[in-house]
C-alpha cells in the first residue's frame, strides 16, 4: 500500500499539483469521480450489470474511473498523514462490532437494525 502511495505522490509532483490537493479539493474531486463511477451503472438493471462484468469496454469504463476515485482517496489519506492499510483495518473492526456476523449474515440492514 505504501508504494502504492508513493507512486501515486510520484505522479502529483513531477506535475506540480499539490498545490491543488487541499483536503477540500480533494474531497470534492473523490465525489465527482465516484459520480462518475455511478453513471455507469445508472438506469440499468442487475441483469445488465452482470452482463457489463464480460464486456471489455464496460469494464475499461469502470476500471478508469475506479482508479481515480483511488488515487483520490489515496491523495486525501496522503493529505492527513493517514496509512490508507491502517484506515481500512481500522474501519473493518469498526464495521465488525457494528455489523457482528451473528447479526449481520445474509442481511442488508443498517447496523442500527441489529440494537436492542
Known amino acids: 500500500m505504501q508504494a502504492l502511495l508513493r507512486a501515486v505522490i510520484s505522479f502529483r509532483d513531477e506535475r506540480d499539483w499539490a498545490?491543488?490537493?487541499?483536503?477540500?479539493?480533494?474531497?470534492?474531486?473523490?465525489?465527482?469521480?465516484a459520480a462518475e463511477l455511478l453513471e455507469i451503472f445508472q438506469w440499468k438493471s442487475p441483469e445488465q450489470v452482470q452482463a457489463m462484468k464480460s464486456d471489455e469496454q464496460a469494464c475499461r469504463r469502470v476500471k478508469e474511473e475506479l482508479g481515480d476515485v483511488l488515487i483520490y482517496a489515496l491523495n486525501l489519506a496522503n493529505e492527513f498523514?493517514?496509512?490508507?492499510?491502517?484506515?481500512?483495518?481500522?474501519?473493518?473492526?469498526?464495521?465488525g462490532r457494528k455489523y457482528p456476523v451473528e447479526k449481520a449474515k445474509g442481511r442488508a440492514d443498517k447496523y442500527s437494525a441489529y440494537e436492542e
Not at 498545490?19 to 469521480?33: C, F, G, M, R, V
Request: aromatic share 6%; glycine share 0%; hydrophobic share 45%.
Open 19 to 33: 498545490q491543488y490537493h487541499n483536503p477540500k479539493d480533494l474531497a470534492i474531486s473523490l465525489t465527482l469521480e
Open 81 to 95: 498523514t493517514f496509512d490508507p492499510a491502517e484506515v481500512v483495518l481500522e474501519k473493518l473492526a469498526i464495521n
